[in-house]
């Protein structure tokens, strides 16, 4: 069965600095997704994008993030400059256009600000 | 308050056992999915009810949508050691993007 693929599974980072993670959506998979998860709580809607631009964004899709899709099969997410507080599970999905509305998850990138 | 809650938050059974899990919302929905989330994994998705549905079926699975209470609930029957995960709900409303919006999550602990 296709799968979205998220790289690296783990990314250590110092505060300040910045980080992109990395993610391969299924192939014929138009709608893109981050969500992220704190440690022990609820899975939190980042920010959904389609035809090239952001469709949608939470209140804590601030300015310090970026998504892009630089070529026909990634999409990353970028932190400018990583906090604290941005540690947590980063979750990739991505769906198909139309009557499939079931998102496709990527095993996630656990990052750890120090 | 926020959209999609689940309860209980925690649930211990034996196997064999049958598992029920609720969720509540508060706003209009297009459509109720159900993921599972085993440890440190990703999400996987289990089944989704439209909101003009009231029952759906698959496998073990048992899921209803109460569109009047804004209340779903998940039903696993016969449960199984390796059915041990989180399971969220997840609101699906018809806006740019069809975002889903999870709720905090059971973990369901099945005892051999």
């Known amino acids: 069965e296709p799968e979205v693929t998220q790289t690296p599974s783990h990314q250590v980072t110092q505060m300040g600095q910045e980080v992109i993670l990395r993610c391969v959506p299924i192939?014929?998979?138009?709608?893109f997704y981050w969500y992220r998860q704190i440690l022990g709580q609820k899975v939190e809607f980042l920010v959904s994008?389609?035809?090239?631009?952001?469709?949608?964004k939470s209140e804590i899709f601030d300015d310090q993030f970026s998504v892009e899709r630089p070529d026909g099969s990634n999409f990353t997410l970028k932190i400018r400059s990583t906090k604290l507080e941005d540690s947590a599970m980063y979750f990739c999905?991505?769906?198909?256009?139309?009557?499939?509305?079931?998102?496709?998850f990527g095993s996630g990138t656990q990052l750890s600000v120090l | 308050s926020q959209q999609g809650e689940e309860d209980p938050q925690a649930l211990s059974i034996q196997e064999g056992e049958n598992a029920t899990m609720n969720c509540s919302y508060k706003?209009?929905?297009?459509?109720l999915q159900w993921y599972r989330q085993n440890s440190g994994r990703g999400l996987v998705h289990l089944i989704l009810?439209?909101?003009?549905?009231r029952e759906k079926h698959s496998g073990r699975l048992r899921v209803t949508l109460d569109t009047s209470k804004k209340s779903s609930s998940l039903l696993i029957t016969a449960s199984r050691a390796a059915d041990t995960a989180s399971y969220f709900c997840?609101?699906?409303?018809?806006?740019?993007?069809?975002?889903?919006?999870f709720g905090g999550g059971t973990r369901v602990l099945v005892k051999p």
């Open positions: 706003t209009s929905i297009n459509n």
């Open positions: 994008f389609y035809n090239n631009e952001i469709s949608e």
């Open positions: 009810i439209r909101s003009n549905e």
């Open positions: 192939s014929n998979h138009l709608y």
């Open positions: 997840a609101t699906g409303i018809k806006a740019a993007g069809n975002k889903l919006t």
């Open positions: 999905a991505s769906r198909v256009v139309g009557a499939g509305e079931k998102l496709f």
